[in-house]
């Protein structure tokens, strides 16, 4: 049994990203990327704070806003047309969670999807679904990244995905069938989630690729999800 190393992985493309970084810059374009937080949520801050180390290493400015966790709407979504026009920011980022009385889905249904690096905004997870080129979740389009450097063709493998969030399993189940692969998604109403789980265990030695994925997932979150955003960063301006 081979062993993917996220971690290796990760550190290859941070070398990667710093030399198509630097070549941008050369041609008068200096990547930035901005990140917007609301509210003083401790997870949140180490979160965006990685992020910040992230683009350090590359070579991305990183702006972030903070706003206080008693903000309208209204100064949300404000604070986020401001950056939608901005012209020198390239990526926004709005961290989550944010407080209850806000509404998280009109906010990502402003942030332009142009600069959407998370991939939240329904005009690309539509594009997502459709098998087009668009920002994609961080950590499902690590996982791809993974098993793509490792050459593991998915095409008629059967996958089990375990958990259906927005930010993770729903976008992963997409990028799986558009690798065609077989997907089967396990949840919290799911009946006799334990009949899956074994069903992969059995498997293991007969089709390789069957696995427990939030295994991957912890994987991907310690080693490689805050540099995966910065791919479509330099991507999407090297196209201006």
Not at 41 to 66: H, L, P, T
Not at 158 to 180: A, D, E, M
């Amino acid at each position: 049994m081979e062993i993917l190393d996220g971690k290796k992985l990760s550190n290859e493309i941070i070398e990667e990203l710093k030399v198509r970084c630097d070549e941008l810059k050369e041609k008068g374009i200096k990547p930035k990327f901005a990140v917007i937080m609301v509210g003083n949520d401790k997870a949140s801050q180490i979160y965006v704070k990685n992020k910040r180390k992230a683009c350090e290493r590359i070579g991305i400015e990183c702006v972030e806003c903070f706003l206080d966790e008693n903000i309208q709407q209204k100064e949300l979504i404000d604070k986020i047309k401001e950056l939608n026009s901005d012209n020198t920011i390239h990526g926004i980022l709005l961290q989550s969670p944010i407080p209850k009385h806000l509404n998280i889905n009109e906010a990502f249904e402003t942030i332009s999807p142009k600069k959407d690096v998370d991939g939240f905004n329904p005009t690309n997870v539509g594009k997502l679904c459709l098998n087009q080129n668009t920002f994609v979740s961080c950590t499902p389009f690590g996982i791809i990244k993974l098993l793509d450097k490792y050459g593991i063709d998915l095409a008629g493998k059967k996958v089990t995905i375990i958990g259906r969030s927005n930010i993770v399993g729903k976008p992963l189940i997409q990028c799986f069938l558009n690798k065609n692969a077989t997907v089967t998604i396990c949840h919290s109403k799911t009946d006799d989630i334990k009949e899956h789980t074994i069903n992969i265990i059995l498997n293991v030695t007969d089709i390789f690729f069957h696995l427990y994925l939030f295994f991957l997932v912890i994987d991907l979150m310690n080693n490689i999800e805050n540099i995966i955003f910065t791919i479509y960063f330099i991507e999407r301006i090297g196209f201006k």
